[in-house]
């Protein structure tokens, strides 16, 4: 049988690179993986500090289990054009960053210390996507994934491939097909065992077959009572297989859903029943370790946007990402858009067979998943180019039939190829062009964005974002206009059936080139900041949940009278998914339910309170004594939240609260602390500038500076461990606050 073992730890990094390293190991840092070759400051950075060569060594020792064995170390993801050495010998190059590859050891290996070398190279190397334009993200170096050391007998599984059909009757069918290594090509007779058990690990059916060394396949017919995947219920099988063999014996895993997932001209199905979709884009970055975060954030990021923000899909923009990601997905119930690495540019001939061959990766890993609904097979953003796309598609299609593709794209009457026309909408917000004579519009028809006669599938993939970029601590007017545009947007998806949905740009902000965001090396587009903490238009996607689920009810304010423009806090939008919001200022009481005048087609609309409701005189005019408000929202009629604002807020709290209260010893684990200042009813204080000052003992360590300062009241780092067992005590301090410590434990 197989093994399969991390292969993290001690690890030694260099920087830079020189063929001596090849030949011997040499002193240098002593690193866990995941690693990144640069540790970045947050802001005001030359990225050009990671473009350049690394190495990292690490010794495998022989052990006796190798005898007679296929020996091989399985990258998830270095970045990038990796080139891994055994014992001074070039074993694999692999130039992607973002998708696996694995260095065969087998023949090479001695009794005794075997020298593995790495060397990456971080440039931005024009014959390898998303290299040879300007991308608007960075592409950290670094072995920023795991390795893993597997070790099998000769003839062993490849890879699982797994279809589902007639999911939606009561009898489905399933079948797996078996693909094999035998990397020297032994002769061999085999049986092959699969078994299909529920997420419990009950066995529900087995099938048998023979081999000769070809792929076969098995199947499972007339398979009752079992249930569909679904983003409210997303229920799991596993199918294994077992090979036996007269060159030993394997076993390799995989699980699955049932499920359909289908894109038409009346909208998108999931399981049949229409779905709109709602979501937003994410990069897979951090605050000073870019890339290089293990498998419990990248948990995180999956359940933040599912149940913090409330979507129902991700899009992987712009390169395939974790399989900690993507296997939450599954767990939870989150569909995913995963697309191939690219950004507007597209290279000469052999960059494009790169790209082919990056489809072809991307799908062999992750065909699995049922979170994924659809493959992106266009460079992000790109021009046409007919026989590359053809290509793509057509090796999608071969390799996956049961999925539809898409191409997002955003120039008009562009060529559609793929079976979704994928468009990045920015057209909102470009009346205050010059020469722009159209009235403020949400999103363009679909004819005029395809330049089709016809209606096709169709799913707006990008909107916002640099059209509006928005700080956490911007002034409050801004960001009352950040939230209206998303609210427009999702409302005019909503409106039109014969769109699939909308997924807004982005998640969080992120680190980019010089050339794009506010000049400090962070585009400020997510409805979070990098730290993951919401800014207001968050609350637009998490307001559109059912109340039953969570109720939301967040006024876009920080409730003050001088804060906007002329003064006042009017229009007040407020995002919620009551049935009616209640404002009381001072003696004055106003009940008011969602502006669907304005906003019809969102399942919740937001409450917006403006001269409708009040007088200028109500509220207070100018140089009247501003009040504290209550606010209370109402479901049925009943009482169901309760939000107080004061008019004289002063820092009271210091809030500090990580995402776990235990990390793992191994792998590199980590945890996210936010630190919040509040005033006296538990409001963030957004304008407050002093720093917080942070002292750990224990095993673990602060990833980037122990002296960060306050951004919209908000701040936040991830928690690392260092490989020990024990207690952690992280004490937070600030002028302002007494200090606060947090208990954790690495176990």
């Known amino acids: 049988m197989r093994s399969v073992v991390a292969f993290n730890e001690s690890w030694t990094f260099h920087e830079g690179f020189t063929p001596a390293l090849v030949k011997a190991l040499s002193a240098g840092q002593s690193v866990s993986l995941p690693h990144n070759a640069v540790e970045l400051p947050f802001n ?8 350049r060569a690394f190495t990292y060594q690490k010794v495998l020792r022989w052990q006796p289990e190798f005898s007679g064995r296929e020996v091989s170390l399985v990258f998830d993801g270095a970045m990038a054009d990796s080139v891994v050495y055994l014992n001074g010998e070039e074993i694999i190059a692999h130039k992607d960053g973002y998708t696996p590859f694995t260095a065969r050891l087998t023949e090479r290996l001695v009794e005794g210390d075997n020298l593995v070398t790495v060397k990456i190279d971080g440039s931005e190397n024009p014959e390898i996507p998303p290299f040879g334009g300007r991308i608007d993200y960075l592409t950290y170096a670094g072995i920023y994934r795991d390795v893993w050391l597997k070790v099998t007998d000769p003839v062993s599984i490849a890879n699982l491939k797994i279809e589902t059909s007639h999911v939606l009757t009561d009898a489905k ?14 002769r061999f007779r085999g049986t092959v065992v699969a078994t299909l058990r529920d997420a419990g690990g009950l066995k529900l059916a087995t099938a048998a077959t023979d081999t000769l060394g070809e792929s076969v396949t098995l199947g499972f017919t007339n398979l009752t009572g079992l249930s569909l995947w679904d983003i409210d219920n997303p229920v799991l099988y596993e199918i294994s297989v077992e090979l036996t063999s007269d060159h030993g014996s394997d076993r390799h895993a995989s699980h699955f859903g049932f499920r359909t997932a289908e894109f038409t001209v009346e909208g998108f199905r999931l ?12 990069h897979q970055s951090y605050p000073y370790v870019g890339y290089a975060a293990g498998r419990s954030a990248q948990e995180r990021d999956a359940e933040i946007m599912k ?22 997905c599954d767990r939870i119930g989150l569909l995913v858009f995963e697309e191939i690495p690219g950004w507007q540019h597209i290279g000469g001939e052999e960059w494009k067979q790169e790209s082919v061959k990056n489809v072809r990766r991307m799908i062999e890993r992750d065909w699995n998943h049922p979170s994924i609904i659809i493959w992106g097979v266009r460079i992000n953003e790109s021009k046409d180019s007919h026989d590359f796309y053809l290509e793509t598609n057509r090796v999608a299609h071969e390799l996956d039939p049961t999925r539809q593709t ?13 079976d979704v026309f994928t468009m990045n909408d920015f057209i909102l917000g470009n009346e205050e062009l010059p020469g722009q004579n159209r009235p403020r519009t949400p999103l363009r028809s679909q004819q005029e964005c395809t330049g089709l006669t016809r209606t096709v599938p169709y799913l707006i993939t990008e909107f916002g974002g640099h059209m509006y970029p928005t700080k956490i601590y911007d002034q409050e007017q801004r960001q009352a206009e950040h939230v209206r545009r998303h609210l427009d947007v999702l409302n005019a998806a909503y409106g039109d059936p014969n769109i699939s949905g909308a997924i807004g740009w982005c998640m969080f902000d992120y680190n980019t080139h010089k050339d794009f965001g506010s000049g400090d090396r962070i585009c400020y587009h997510g409805v979070m900041d990098m730290f993951r903490e919401p800014k207001f238009a968050a609350y637009v996607y998490a307001s559109q949940c059912e109340p039953s689920e969570e109720v939301v009810m967040k006024p876009v304010t920080f409730w003050a009278r001088g804060e906007r423009n002329i003064g ?4 007040l939008v407020i995002l919620t998914n009551c049935d009616e919001v209640e404002l009381r200022y001072g003696s004055l009481v106003k009940r008011i339910g969602p502006d669907r005048e304005n906003f019809p087609h969102l399942p919740h609309p937001p409450v917006v309170i403006d001269h409708r409701h009040f007088t200028r005189d109500e509220l207070g005019v100018w140089g009247m004594q501003w009040e504290d408000a209550h606010f209370t929202g109402f479901v049925g009629g009943e009482a169901v939240s309760e939000l107080d604002m004061v008019a004289d807020p002063l820092p009271t709290t210091l809030q500090v609260a990580a995402d776990s209260q235990t990390i793992r010893t191994q792998d590199r684990d980590s945890t996210r602390v936010i630190i919040r200042a ?8 957004p304008f407050i500038n002093d720093v917080v000052s942070l002292k750990v003992d224990g095993p673990a360590r602060v990833v980037g500076p122990q002296t960060i300062p306050f951004q919209g009241g908000t701040t936040g780092f991830w ?17 302002r606050f007494a200090t606060t410590t947090l208990q954790l434990t690495a176990v």
């Open 173 to 186: 069918s399933v079948t797996v097909r078996c693909d094999f290594a035998n990397p020297t090509d032994l």
């Open 271 to 282: 399981n049949g029943r229409k779905l709109k979709i709602r979501g937003l884009n994410r």
């Open 406 to 418: 898409g191409g997002v794209r955003f120039i008009l009457d562009s060529e559609f190829l793929e």
């Open 678 to 685: 509040l005033d006296q009813v538990g409001s963030r204080i």
């Open 719 to 735: 928690l690392e461990s260092t490989g020990l067992p024990g207690a952690i005590t992280v004490e937070v301090s600030s002028s």
């Open 307 to 328: 149940h913090t923000l409330k979507c129902n899909l991700v899009r992987t923009s712009h390169y395939p990402q974790s399989k900690w990601f993507l296997d939450h």
């Open 568 to 571: 006042g806090v009017l229009p």
């Open 44 to 51: 005001y950075f030359d990225e050009k500090s990671y473009q």
